[in-house]
Structures are given as structure tokens and as C-alpha cells.
Nanobody, 127 residues
Framework: QVQLVESGGGLVQAGGSLRLSCAAS????????MGWFRQAPGKEREFVAA????????GYADSVKGRFTISRDNAKNTVYLQMHSLKPEDTAVYYC????????????????????WGQGTQVTVSS
């Protein structure tokens, strides 16, 4: 089992940058594929980015490609989401998610694939 704690959210002007962090408990972080999702008020949760357990492969939603970068540091049990060129439509609660992956190439854009979730961190982008 793994516990996830997000941090780094806040208020930023359009065009600005933020870096979110997700710290995981436990000694087996390197066995987990990780994902970032977000949910805006009145909208369904949506996929943002995901990364394999080793970090050698990543995936992004079309809406964030070229602006967001997911990365991980297995020595620090942490996954990051670097966000640049933020837009008001990026405003949402951002969640990280984890699933133990038996395949080195596994990750998913489906929220139902993930077994563990953090509590979320609010990102607000003002226009």
C-alpha cells in the first residue's frame, strides 16, 4: 500500500509556472506507475499526465502537451508535474495517483486503472 501527498499548488497568473510534487510513502515507490489527474468545478476528473515506474516513458493529455512535464525521482519517492504557460482553463484540483505496475512499460490515462490517490492540491490560474 502507498500513501500519496500532493503539494505545490497555489494561485498564479496566466502565463506563469508551478511545480507540483507528490510524495509517496513506502519503500517500493519504484514499482509504481504514477499519474496526474485534475478536476475543475462542475467537471469530471480528467487525465493530465502519466509516467512508467522507471520514468523512461511518459504520456500527456493533448491539452497540456508541450506545456507540462511529468518526472519522478525514485530515490526521493516523489513524482513531479512541472507546469508552464498556465491558462485559466488549467484551474482545478490536481491529484496524483499510483498503481503497482508489473510491466516496465505500463501506465494509463484511465483513472480507474489506478489504485491509490492523494488528497489533491488546488491550482488557480487568474486571467
Amino acid at each position: 500500500q502507498v500513501q500519496l501527498v500532493e503539494s505545490g499548488g497555489g494561485l498564479v497568473q496566466a502565463g506563469g509556472s508551478l511545480r507540483l510534487s507528490c510524495a509517496a510513502s513506502g519503500r517500493t515507490f519504484s514499482r509504481y506507475a504514477m499519474g496526474w489527474f485534475r478536476q475543475a468545478p462542475g467537471k469530471e476528473r480528467e487525465f493530465v499526465a502519466a509516467i512508467t515506474r522507471s520514468g523512461d516513458s511518459t504520456g500527456y493529455a493533448d491539452s497540456v502537451k508541450g506545456r507540462f512535464t511529468i518526472s519522478r525521482d525514485n530515490a526521493k519517492n516523489t513524482v513531479y508535474l512541472q507546469m508552464h504557460s498556465l491558462k485559466p482553463e488549467d484551474t482545478a484540483v490536481y491529484y496524483c495517483a499510483a498503481r503497482e505496475a508489473y510491466s516496465a512499460s505500463s501506465y494509463s490515462a484511465a483513472g480507474t486503472w489506478y489504485a491509490y490517490w492523494g488528497q489533491g492540491t488546488q491550482v488557480t490560474v487568474s486571467s
